[in-house]
Structure formats: structure tokens, C-alpha cells
């Protein structure tokens, strides 16, 4: 059985070594790849892959938001986390956002085909560096709040496009929206993550994993 892949990765040059790697496998074919969040979800609503390679950090719709919309409604797919960072935060929102797998940029190489062939036999897959980061915390009862935890979806979109350097207007035609409603997210916004500057929301925004840093 072909393992049909989309990958959806922002920076061309990693994306093009990933599908290197992929292409030398004879049971993967990459059928579609994606450079920001939304032609991501439109791949896959066009292919149906059985996996998809998903970056965390990415334009227009970043991975978390992308990954639960797309384990919503194309559960057929799996989803493979793919991330610089292998820190509880990030592997914990993936896997709530409904990853089943997470791989670090960085082990890329060497656990990229095994986490797409497990993930395409049902099973689940983190790279080491992320288990040891989730076995590393069992047992805290403290937990990061983090922006899914403070912010509505729409909140999050609003936020990441105003990162990304979007004016009010053009967050409203991207979102369908009116430019009112765009000002009332962003003082909503601002009013719970106790952030009183764009430069301040465009930090927070990174720091999350919102959109690229």
C-alpha cells in the first residue's frame, strides 16, 4: 500500500529536503504540499491524504488551529505534528488539537518515514525528544494556560493575522467579517492576555507558536 502524503511546511528549502527524504521511500508519495495553514486544509479537502506532515508555525492558519480543524472534519487523515520545538507546550496542544504524532525539525531525517508508516497503520508516534517532554511532566497538575486556553478560535486568527502585520481591514475581508467586529476582537484580545501594543500581541503571537517568529 502507497501512504499518500501532504506536506505543509513554510520555509521551501526544508519542505524540499523533506520530500527528498520522502521520495526515496518506494510506499510513500507525496501528493500535494502547502506553504501556510490554509492551502494545507484545502489539500487535504482536495486529496484526502492519509497523512498529513502539518509545521506548527506557519501563515494564514497556523498548525494547532489548522490540526483541529482538520482532525474535526477529515478524521480519515492523520495528522503528524512537525516543529523546532519539542517543549511540553507544543507537543501537548498538537496532541489535544488532534495530532497523533510528533516529529522535531531536528530528527526530521532519521524518524520522518517512521512516524508516517505508524501513523498510516493507526498506531500514534512521538520522536524522543517529544515523549520525553510529555513523560517528563506526568504527574504536574500545573498546566500552561497558553492561548487556546485564554482566546476563542476566531481570536486566534484575528491575532495571528494582526502578527503578521494585517490591518484592520484586511482581517476583515480575509475573515469575511466587518471591520467593527475586527477592533472588537482585538480589544478582547488585548483585555485577556493583559497586552496593551501590536508589538506586544506580535510576541505573544510567536512565543505561542501562533505564527512564525
Given amino acids: 500500500m502507497t501512504i499518500r502524503v501532504v506536506l505543509a511546511e513554510d520555509h521551501l528549502m526544508f519542505r524540499e529536503a523533506l520530500r527528498t527524504i520522502l521520495e526515496k521511500a518506494r510506499d510513500v508519495e507525496v501528493i500535494g504540499e502547502a506553504g501556510d495553514g490554509r492551502t494545507a486544509m484545502q489539500l487535504v479537502?482536495?486529496?484526502?491524504?492519509?497523512?498529513i506532515v502539518l509545521d506548527i508555525a506557519m501563515p494564514e492558519m497556523n498548525g494547532i488551529d489548522a490540526a483541529a480543524s482538520l482532525h474535526a472534519r477529515h478524521p480519515r487523515t492523520r495528522i503528524l505534528a512537525l516543529s523546532a520545538y519539542s517543549g511540553k507546550r507544543y507537543v501537548q496542544e498538537m496532541l489535544k488539537a488532534g495530532a497523533a504524532g510528533y516529529v522535531t525539525k531536528g530528527s526530521a531525517g532519521t524518524e520522518?518515514?517512521?512516524?508516517?508508516?505508524?501513523?498510516?497503520?493507526?498506531?500514534s508516534y512521538l520522536c524522543p525528544e517529544a515523549a520525553s517532554a510529555v513523560i517528563g511532566n506526568i504527574g504536574d497538575r500545573a498546566e500552561d494556560p497558553g492561548v487556546r486556553a485564554a482566546l476563542g478560535q476566531r481570536e486566534r486568527e484575528v491575532l495571528?493575522?494582526?502578527?503578521?502585520?494585517?490591518?484592520?481591514?484586511?482581517?476583515?475581508?480575509?475573515?469575511c467579517i466587518s471591520v467593527a467586529t475586527v477592533e472588537v476582537h482585538r480589544r478582547n484580545i488585548m483585555r485577556k492576555l493583559g497586552?496593551?501594543?501590536?508589538?506586544?500581541?506580535t510576541k505573544y503571537a510567536i512565543r505561542e507558536g501562533l505564527t512564525p517568529g
Fill in 45 to 51: 479537502r482536495e486529496f484526502s491524504p492519509d497523512v
Fill in 112 to 123: 520522518l518515514l517512521r512516524a508516517i508508516r505508524s501513523l498510516a497503520q493507526g498506531k
Fill in 160 to 175: 495571528q493575522l494582526i502578527a503578521e502585520g494585517h490591518r484592520s481591514q484586511q482581517i476583515a475581508d480575509r475573515l
Fill in 195 to 201: 497586552l496593551h501594543s501590536v508589538a506586544e500581541l
